[in-house]
């Protein structure tokens, strides 16, 4: 790839049922952040995206186990994901 290539990194999207734990870390977030930062380190322009996945059976089934709206577990745990990741 030549210098100043754009590249897109796309990371999965863990359930937003629950934290996060070493798990998503290893296997859904530190490989594409070598590589982002591998490609920025040879002088691409690198997007790197990912986001919460709202969808689910994890996220109803976590809902009815705690008597509230899907909607209720999404809103939790996107918000401490993102933190946990920000502070990762």
Known sequence: MADGE????CV?????NGP???GHVA???L????????????GNRVLMVSGSDEHGTPITV???Q?????????????N???KALLDL
């Open 6 to 9: 754009h590249v897109l990194v």
């Open 12 to 16: 999965a999207w863990p359930y937003a």
């Open 27 to 29: 296997g859904c977030y």
């Open 66 to 78: 705690n008597g509230v709206s899907s909607q209720d577990i999404v809103d939790e745990y996107h």
């Open 31 to 42: 490989p594409p952040d070598i590589y982002a930062r591998f490609e920025r380190a040879r």
């Open 20 to 22: 996060l734990h070493l």
């Open 62 to 64: 976590t809902a009815e």
């Open 80 to 82: 401490v994901n993102s």
